[in-house]
C-alpha cells in the first residue's frame, strides 16, 4: 500500500515539475533581462498579474515570445515595443502618456475641483437663519400641541 501512494506521489511531483517553463540563456544578462521583462510585462487575461506569476495560456505564449525576442538580442525596449504593438498599451505597466491617459489623471482632479466648487457656491447662498427665530418658532408649535 505504501509504494501505491509513494508511486502517485511521485508522478504528481513530476506532473508539476513538468508543467513549468524552463529557459536557457547563453548569458546570466539574458536571463536577467527576460525574468526583469516577464514582471514587467502585465497578463492581458489576468490583469492585476506580470506574466511572470501567470498560469494562462497567453502568459505561457508571451513569455515563450520574450524568451525568443531576448535569444535573438533583442533589447528591453524592442521587447517592449513588440509587445505593445501586439498587444495595446495596456500591456505596460508603465502607459505612456498621451491625450487619452492624461484624462485619466485629470478627470479625478477637476471633479474634485468642481466638487469644492459645488460645495463654496452652496453654502455662501443659503442665508443664514436667525436662531432666535428658530426657537420663538419651535416654542409656538409646542404651545400649539399643548392646547
Known sequence: MKTVILTVLLLISASVVATEDSYEFDTPQQRQLFLSLTEELRCPMCQNQNIA?????????????VYNLVKQGKTGD????????????????????????MWLWLAPVLFALLA??????????????DMAA???????????GDK
Open 134 to 144: 428658530k426657537l420663538a418658532k419651535a416654542e409656538a408649535m409646542l404651545k400649539q
Open 78 to 101: 524592442e521587447v517592449i515595443d513588440y509587445m505593445k504593438t501586439r498587444y495595446g498599451d495596456f500591456i505596460s505597466y508603465k502607459p505612456p502618456v498621451t491625450p487619452v491617459t
Open 116 to 129: 469644492f466648487v459645488i460645495v463654496i457656491v452652496r453654502r455662501k447662498s443659503t442665508p443664514p437663519e
Open 53 to 65: 506569476d501567470s498560469d494562462a495560456m497567453i502568459a505561457h505564449d508571451m513569455r515563450r515570445k
